[in-house]
């Protein structure tokens, strides 16, 4: 099994900053692709930034040059550090990892999330 841990979340005045960090546990191998999501209220659950295969990383353009994901395969976690934060970045804010298993099935693993909220 796998297991994902989120801390690193709270309250911050806009344009402030926080780090979230994803401690990863568990059968980590073979990992296809692994990043951060976020699900505000009364929205869908959504992309933010993700290291997908071979190392290159993505991110939803409304967080472009504002957030920045990392890991650390060593320690097996993941940061996605925020700046610039807004009132729109408001969420729960979710690790997520997707791993090959035998027979070729991707499983996917969510963490149970860290809540975010942005306000003066």
């Known amino acids: 099994q796998v297991q994902l841990v989120e801390s690193g979340g709270g309250l911050v005045q806009p344009g402030g900053s926080l780090t979230l960090s994803c401690m990863m546990s568990?059968?980590?191998?073979?990992?296809?692709?692994m990043g951060w999501y976020r699900q505000a209220p009364g929205k869908q659950r959504e992309l933010v930034a993700e290291f997908i295969t071979g190392g290159t990383t993505e991110y939803a353009d409304s967080v472009k040059g504002r957030f920045t994901v990392s890991r650390d395969n060593a320690k097996n976690t993941m940061d996605l550090q925020m700046n610039g934060l807004k009132p729109d970045d408001t969420a729960v804010y979710y690790c997520?990892?997707?791993?090959?298993?035998?027979?070729?099935?991707?499983?996917?693993?969510w963490g149970q999330g860290t809540q975010v909220t942005v306000s003066s």
């Open positions: 568990g059968n980590i191998h073979s990992i296809n692709n």
């Open positions: 997520n990892i997707n791993i090959w298993r035998l027979g070729g099935a991707l499983y996917e693993y």
